[in-house]
Antibody, heavy 121, light 110 residues
């Protein structure tokens, strides 16, 4: 069965960097686009960005553009989110989500359990 | 402020039907498929409806989706106390080049 397992979250000071990982299994990882979606405590869902199946295309939310980078290693079935210049408002649970078929017609058909990132001094 | 507008809360009695609306514009709902997600406290979102009105395998037919113009609707019939969680709509926005979500709707089964 499809499994997505995020890791790498934790407490980090403002201005520092952090890298999240999402280990995928149960499907052909290299065939699907992958998203990062976050949820601040007590708030709704906020899309962070997406990477195409081959990694050649990425789109980002304006709130993270220029600070966050999504990458993937299809040989390891792993998705990454490199976060830099972190701000207090980046505090959230970060989910990776598998796209059903098209990154510009997104549908998250499977989601990981999430990893909490807390940005605090 | 979310790009898609959902009511913060809706309520209905057990066994009854409820609808949750999701309002957008021509740059998002009007020209792209809508999906709906159910989220239990402390858990990841779960796909309920995709491509406006399709149910993934395993989702009961108590859940339905529809769309008209720039608005979409999630319908839930035969309400159960276990349905009392948060629901989100989402779609692509062509102007923002972004996946946008509604602010979420909390369903209360009275």
């Amino acid at each position: 069965q499809v499994q997505l397992v995020e890791s790498g979250g934790g407490v980090v000071q403002p201005g520092r960097s952090l890298r999240l990982s999402c280990a995928a299994s149960g499907f052909i990882f290299g065939d699907f686009g992958m998203h990062w979606v976050r949820q601040a405590p007590g708030k709704g869902l906020e899309w962070v960005g997406v990477i195409s199946y081959a990694g050649s295309n990425q789109y980002y939310a304006d709130s993270v553009k220029g600070r966050f980078t999504i990458s993937r290693d299809n040989s390891k079935s792993t998705l990454y989110l490199q976060m830099s210049s972190l701000r207090v408002e980046d505090t959230a649970v970060y989910y990776c989500a598998k796209d059903l078929y098209s990154i510009t017609s997104p549908t998250g058909d499977y989601w990981g359990q999430g990893t909490l990132v807390t940005v605090s001094s | 402020q979310s790009v898609l507008t959902q009511p913060p809360s809706v309520s209905a009695a057990p066994g009854q039907k409820v609808t949750i609306s999701c309002s957008g514009s021509s740059s998002n709902i009007g020209n792209n498929y809508v999906s709906w997600y159910q989220q239990f406290p402390g858990a990841a979102p779960k796909l309920l409806i995709y491509d406006d009105d399709k149910r993934p395998s395993g989702i009961p037919d108590r859940f339905s989706g529809s769309k008209s113009g720039t608005s979409a609707t999630l319908g839930i019939t035969g309400l159960q106390t276990g349905d009392e969680v948060d629901y989100y709509c989402g779609t692509w926005d062509n102007s923002l080049s972004a996946w946008v979500f509604g602010g979420g709707t909390k369903l209360t089964v009275l």
